[in-house]
């Protein structure tokens, strides 16, 4: 079956790094766009970053714009997302999702906390 499952989150001081990951298993996964998104606290869901196939195509939410980077590995059947530069505002809950701009699958999510 399609699962995807995310990990490296954690708590970290402001100006920190962290680097999320995303384990595809259950279909192509080079076949398929890809999407961080992400939950704060009390408010809606945010898409964060995007994907193409190949990896060659990446677009970032103004947000994270130069301080997160979106990468894969499409033989590891992994995504990733460096995360440089944390502000407070970054804590939330992290999902990968599959698809691009509509997603069908995504994982439980990964908690990242940025707090001093």
């Known amino acids: 079956q399609v699962q995807v499952v995310e990990s490296g989150g954690g708590l970290v001081q402001p100006g920190g790094s962290l680097r999320l990951s995303c384990a595809a298993s259950?279909?192509?996964?080079?076949?398929?766009?890809m999407t961080w998104l992400r939950q704060a606290p009390g408010k809606g869901l945010e898409w964060v970053s995007r994907i193409d196939t190949g990896g060659g195509s990446t677009i970032y939410a103004d947000s994270v714009k130069g301080r997160f980077t979106i990468s894969r590995d499409n033989v590891k059947n992994t995504l990733y997302l460096q995360m440089n530069s944390l502000r407070p505002e970054d804590t939330a809950v992290y999902y990968c999702?599959?698809?691009?701009?509509?997603?069908?699958?995504w994982g439980q999510g990964t908690q990242v906390t940025v707090s001093s």
């Open positions: 999702a599959r698809g691009w701009g509509q997603y069908d699958y």
């Open positions: 259950g279909f192509t996964f080079s076949n398929y766009a």
